[in-house]
């Protein structure tokens, strides 16, 4: 027998009188296949526990390496991990949190008071995890239990303008991922940075660079509206050109030099060999795109010779929330542009269709 609450959410029994109403969640049954199906609703496990109904969530470009690959499940995975929501419910050691709450949560939760936690590494948390695995629900869902909720939730006003919505919710994952991108890679005034990949995370990278006062951003991609907005972003050039060509490129560009700074938001491999050909002796390679790969080069012709540093991960996005709050809320930044298409929960899969096809840069999902 399945361990329900294992997958994520407790199976709805269907056809049982008396049950709790149920409520939409999103699942991943295999490559391309994503449902939206009835389960109980969202409540707490554990006193640390809240729960959020959800406002807004969307799809994450790293929502498309499972779409790409993952193996048939009977089980399905819970799926989404960036939402606004209102909190419904706490258990009974959550402080700083009420029902009625509007909040933002990271993408990973975190009790953000460990070791790892106090120096701002809240993806290291030894109590944290992930949203959208097994035993931990997604959030392309009406509601989520969120773990360690007092240091993984952070309050927003409540009469916030609707039209902020999107840019707020950035601040669950991609303006964030690449504003860790950008902090890792010592991004500041006088710096060249190139940023490699034109998805919402690349154009989210090119936005923190301009904010930290890069004085020259170069981004590689080759999807035009993309770029435009890419442009409007900061991106003082674009390169369209990929490999060797698209190296050559960017070295024109920086009279030969190469790039101060360069932030990879792809995640394969071709575009790390891109990272290390355009980065500058003494340069850092910083990485935000999740590697599709477990090997990559790192020796003379790479990185060694140049003396280059490579660094990235999972951003610990919750450390700087309460950072770019002001920026949002005060209209100095609008990195909510990055979403081109809203669809409702229970079309969600249409969403994952035209990201998957580049007809959408990122989706909004409406419960
Ligand atoms: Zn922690």
Request: aromatic share 6%; proline share 8%; with cysteine.
């Amino acid at each position: 027998m399945i361990n329900l609450r294992e997958r994520g959410r407790d199976r709805l029994p269907t056809g049982e009188r008396g049950y709790p109403p149920p409520m939409r969640a999103t699942f991943m049954y295999g490559a391309g296949d994503v449902r939206v199906e009835d389960v109980a609703d969202a409540k707490p496990h554990e006193p640390t526990d809240a729960v959020v109904r959800v406002t807004l969530a969307c799809v994450c470009g790293s929502d498309l390496h499972p779409y790409h690959s993952l193996p048939t499940t009977d089980d399905g995975l819970p799926m989404g991990h960036e939402f606004l929501g209102v909190v419904e419910e706490v258990g009974s050691e959550v402080t700083g949190l009420a029902p009625g709450d509007f909040v933002v949560s990271p993408f990973a939760f975190s009790d953000n008071t460990c070791a790892f936690c106090r120096d701002g590494l809240q993806t290291a948390c030894v109590r944290g995890g992930w949203y959208g695995v097994p035993g931990i629900g997604g959030t392309q869902a009406e509601a989520v239990r969120v773990p360690q909720a007092a240091g993984t939730l952070v309050r927003l006003p409540p009469d916030v303008d609707e039209a902020l919505l999107p840019s707020l919710l950035t601040l669950s994952d991609v303006y964030l991922t690449g504003w860790h991108a950008a902090h890792l890679g010592r991004v500041a005034p006088g710096r060249t940075v190139t940023v490699i990949g034109d998805g919402a995370v690349g154009l989210s990278a090119v936005l923190a660079s301009r904010r930290m006062g890069a004085e020259r951003i170069i981004l590689m991609g080759r999807h035009p509206a993309r770029t435009d907005l890419g442009r409007e972003f900061g991106a003082t050039d674009v390169v369209a050109e990929r490999g060797e060509e698209g190296v050559a490129k960017v070295r024109d560009l920086t009279g030969g030099e190469g790039s101060h700074v360069v932030l990879e938001a792809v995640g394969h491999l071709p575009a790390y060999e891109q990272a290390y050909g355009v980065v500058r002796p003494g340069g850092v390679i910083s990485r935000v795109g999740v590697p599709q790969y477990q090997q990559a080069p790192v020796g003379t012709d790479s990185l060694f010779n140049k003396n280059v540093t490579l660094t990235g991960g999972p951003a610990p996005v919750r450390a700087y929330i309460e950072q770019a709050l002001p920026d949002v809320l005060e209209g100095r930044i609008n990195p909510g542009r990055v979403f081109d298409q809203a669809v409702p929960l229970d079309r969600v899969a249409d969403a994952y269709r035209a990201m998957d096809s580049r007809a959408a840069l990122k989706v909004l999902v409406r419960p």
